[in-house]
């Protein structure tokens, strides 16, 4: 064999879709093809179980500005995500903080963990009835009840990576003469971002389920949770199976695009196995 035959190129491939995306629609093709058939056919109530061609024709006459109101489906996702959003927020602030007292300090862990002990196994929605006499049917209540969901996640997750720093750590930044805010800085906020993020991730795919039954509870207008409510109060099995298609689609998209992405980016790229 000689050295050109040895190195000839490979021929490319052709451009083949991945598997990782091929079965789920393979599958999701079938199941909706079933329905579809089952319900024109007339083997399910078409009333009860809608053909998905009539529910993605009413999702998209909601969403444009024939709805009832005017673009009635995008308003419902926009103030879904400025609720899922806003209690993420507070809850990436406030709980990373509340996370490096524990992991850090003897006050935060004798102050902190016993009530958050005491919280985490009450099922969120629980605060509810709460959350509605303290601020009414209010985007406060809604987006209380997405702080409470994504707290303990992101709590749970900085006071991990902390114990995860052994103690030759900060003594490598004591000994280079670090303040104690700059070890803050440069050693345990860069030590901690993994499970930070890990957190994040799981926080926000709790927050999400959180918040879509808070806002059949709590919504005043718009949003979801409320669009399925309001659904069902007229009998419209359409609408209630566009919110709930709608929901799949836009947690998927915030799982798996959005975090998924910023997991890659981070978690991945740095080669980090953050173990729970």
Known sequence: MTMETAAAPRRARPFALPMALVRPVVSLGLLFGLWEIAARTGTISAFLFPPPTAILASLWV????????????????????YRLLAGVGLALVLGSLIGLAIGLTRWGRAIFKPIISAIMPIPTLA???????????DNRTTITV???????????????????MTR???????????????????????????????????????????????????????????????????MDMKSIYGGILTISVLGLLIERGVVGALEKRTIEKWGVNVER
Not at 151 to 164: A, D, P
Not at 196 to 208: E, M, R, S
């Open 62 to 81: 909601s969403a444009g500005p024939n709805g009832d109101p005017p673009f009635g489906t995008l308003l419902d996702i926009a103030l879904s995500l």
């Open 127 to 137: 605060w509810t009835p709460i959350l509605l006499l303290v601020f009414g049917i």
């Open 146 to 164: 997405v702080f409470i969901a994504a707290s303990f996640e992101i709590i749970y997750n900085v006071v991990t990576g902390i114990e995860m």
């Open 168 to 234: 030759k750590t900060y003594w490598v930044a004591a000994s280079m003469g670090a303040s104690r805010i700059q070890t803050l800085r440069y050693v345990i906020v860069p030590g901690i971002l993994p499970y930070l993020i890990t957190g994040l991730k799981l926080g926000v795919g709790y927050a999400w389920r959180a918040l879509i039954a808070a806002e059949m509870l709590a919504a005043s207008s718009h949003g979801l949770g409320f669009m399925i409510y309001d659904a069902q109060e007229y």
